[in-house]
């Protein structure tokens, strides 16, 4: 009889691997507020970039209200929170430190770890310090190694309170928005424009993955040093016509593939026929992962149109379910992203640093959530490692272009009073993580 309860209990509470980290993530500028010294401070000035003219100001004024938002992570009964570091708070003028910034950031770290809350930290979650862009960004010859002094500072400082550290939030979107689609500091559009801060990117990641992996190595200080890379699914619109097809599978190389690949091989491979043939050795980025941080929202099909600068649309599927922005909500894409990791990059651990959808009524968010943990447990079942969950966000945020209008949050936030209020997927996604998935 107790063996039946006992493989009941089993087949019924779907619990995850015994470690299993839930966590929910942020980064610095969408949630601080008064990040005056970064590109984008002096970006969302021009009327045209921002949805309704947003302008991020105060943001979430998480930046004062440190203890609040550790009892919002404490209610969700996470046991990690992905959180950013602000490079342009810390080194305002070059080579120029805050010291009082820096100050702030450790009074946060230490309430974290007070309550028993792992910090994951990113340097770099999209904004950069305006001086560094004034002097070429990523693109600069510089860029490796201040990003390395900045990154030198912060571990120095934070090390022994963080052992998983994030360098770069999702290059590639970075480099799309900013360099191809002109949407996004530094506003160009240029393919050809967007090889010398690729390239920048790749070195600097690695320049700080050596540095960190030195400096706790002296102090005897435990790390793990990743990226959270974005990845879509990419699928023919028309999956019998050969041009869709084939768009569906460069775009995919191009968008998925090419910035982890780099960090493997420790070279940059670009191709695009009749456009773009590149192949740059980075040798001192090879293997510079320790686990491969996927930030996952949607898929999208892939449907050709000549009148299409880069010959393609990429469109939501008809009828598909979608967030508020219209992304398709398509959990099994999560798993097909696994699956190719686990195969293409073997023995990388798997973090999902970013998983969300803005639904500002919050009628779509508890199903989100259970249908992407069930498939992320159905991964872990067929032996793929995955060791990580966070759920973005924490709370409602400021969009990048899109403003305060998508409402990503856990808890939901009221740009007047700066009031956070638990939406109803709070109370289920607390209620999951703190059973270790049993409540999924
Ligand atoms: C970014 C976040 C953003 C989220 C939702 C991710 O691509 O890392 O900064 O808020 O997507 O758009």
Known sequence: MIGVIVLLTLFTLPAFPSGFKWCAATSAHQIEGNNNASDWWLWELFPDHIRNGDFSGMAADHWNRLEEDTALLKSLNVTDYRLGIEWAKIEPKKGHWDFSALAHY???LLLLRAHNIRPIITLNHFTIPQWFLDQGGWASPQAPELFERYTRVIYETFGDLATDWITLNEPLGYLAGGYLLGITPPGLKDIYKAIPPFVGMIRAHAAAYHAIHRLSERYGWKARVG???HFKVYEAYNSINPTDRIGAILIDDLANVSFP????EGRLRLLLPGLLNIDIAVPEAAKTQDFLGVNYYERKLVKFNSESPIFYDLVTREGAPVSDLGWEIYPEGLGKIALWLSSAYPGLPIFVTENGLDDASDSKR???IRDHLSVIKAAIDQGIHIEGYCHWSLMDNFEWVEGFTPRFGLFEVDYNTFERRPRPSAQ????????????L
């Not at 690949?261 to 493997?264: T, Y």
């Not at 289920?428 to 409540?439: D, K, L, P, S």
């Open 106 to 108: 450790l009074e946060e």
């Open 428 to 439: 289920v996604f607390a209620e999951i993580a703190g059973t270790n998935g049993a409540g």
């Open 261 to 264: 690949r780099a960090l493997w």
């Open 366 to 368: 508890v199903k989100f």
């Open 227 to 229: 990226v959270a890379h």
